[in-house]
């Protein structure tokens, strides 16, 4: 069992409709699994009185309509679950790695605070770029926004604080920086995390089935771009042509 997860997962009460079932105090893969493991399971299951599941890093709220089922009764449910959507080592092991490229165009106007990110790292700004780049990022989660991914895995050489006083208006695509996370505004919002550098690629779109290109357990590369080459993306992106590049490997 990875450190911070919990050997037998937690039900806690949430409110009088909601029960939290959780899996750790600590974010790592393994319990991230855990908890889209069961959120799947729930859903396969087609239980009526579910009405909504939030899923985190480190569990899954569930929320379940009063007239419907019982504390007790979703309860029971709950663990009857838990134990059967466990993932295997084997399947944690080798399951396909999907990896996301998405262009980033880095520093300037992308990404004012690129020299912010290195004069705090005491690294020149392409060495920050090269470094941001150079990992491959799990989604852990979505949410802050519509589509905001919750990235994993970020190389603590270029963690960087949060700014003092958060933006009024971070305009879409923004990549930023806060603490030991990365992350993408998908759509133009306040916020207060770093920002290096802006992808052209939307990421979030009500219409689409599903709404954003990639879901929690995929993998993110962010690829530096021109600005020549950003905008060249963005016009695909306009006309509907542009599709996310996505490869996979073994897990």
Avoid at 94 to 121: F, K, M
Avoid at 179 to 184: I, L, R
Avoid at 199 to 222: M, Y
Wanted: aromatic share 8%; net charge negative.
């Amino acid at each position: 069992m990875t450190a911070g997860t919990h050997p037998e997962p937690r039900i806690l009460i949430c409110g009088e409709d909601a029960l939290v079932v959780e899996f750790g105090n600590g974010i790592d893969p393994v319990t991230n699994d855990r908890v889209y493991a069961l959120a799947a399971a729930v859903e396969a299951a087609g239980n009526i009185s579910v009405a909504e599941l939030i899923p985190t890093y480190r569990s899954l709220m569930v929320h379940y309509d009063l007239e419907l089922s019982s504390v007790e009764e979703m309860t029971g449910f709950l663990n009857d679950l838990i134990t059967s959507s466990e993932p295997s080592t084997d399947d944690q092991n080798n399951s396909p790695r999907r990896i996301y490229e998405l262009p980033v165009a880095y520093g300037g106007a992308h990404g004012e605070d690129l020299d912010d990110v290195a004069g705090h790292a005491g690294m020149m700004a392409d060495e920050v770029i090269s470094i941001h780049s150079g990992t491959d990022y799990r989604v852990y989660m979505l949410g802050f926004a519509p589509g905001f991914p919750y990235l994993g895995g970020m190389d603590e050489r270029i963690a960087t604080p949060r700014l003092a006083s958060p933006r009024v208006r971070v305009p879409a695509g923004s990549v930023g920086i806060a603490e030991t996370q990365t992350g993408v505004y998908p759509i133009a919002s306040p916020g207060g995390w770093r920002l290096i550098g802006n992808t052209p690629v939307s990421l979030f779109d009500p219409s689409a089935d599903p709404p954003v290109p990639f879901l929690p357990g995929s993998f993110i590369r962010f690829v530096p771009v021109s600005s020549e080459d950003a905008k060249r993306v963005a016009a695909q992106v306009s006309d509907g042509t542009y599709r996310v590049q996505m490869t996979e490997h073994e897990g």
